[in-house]
């Protein structure tokens, strides 16, 4: 997964993936759960490993 990919999926880890380059997601973005019934949208959890 390239950070451009997972800047979209979390805009908010943009800094984070700077201070820590080897980090990357440890699932496929598909098999990732996403928050429907609140109004802050995004992904339940954000399994990460580098």
């Known amino acids: ?3 451009r990919q ?3 999926l979390a805009p908010n ?3 984070l993936l ?3 380059p080897g980090l990357r997601l440890a ?3 598909g098999q990732m759960g996403r ?3 609140t ?3 995004g992904p339940q959890t954000l399994p ?3």
């Open 1 to 3: 997964m390239t950070r």
């Open 6 to 8: 997972v800047t979209r």
């Open 13 to 15: 880890f943009a800094e």
């Open 18 to 20: 700077d201070r820590l």
């Open 27 to 29: 699932v496929e973005p």
């Open 35 to 37: 928050r429907h019934r």
């Open 39 to 41: 109004m802050i949208r």
């Open 48 to 50: 990460v490993t580098w």
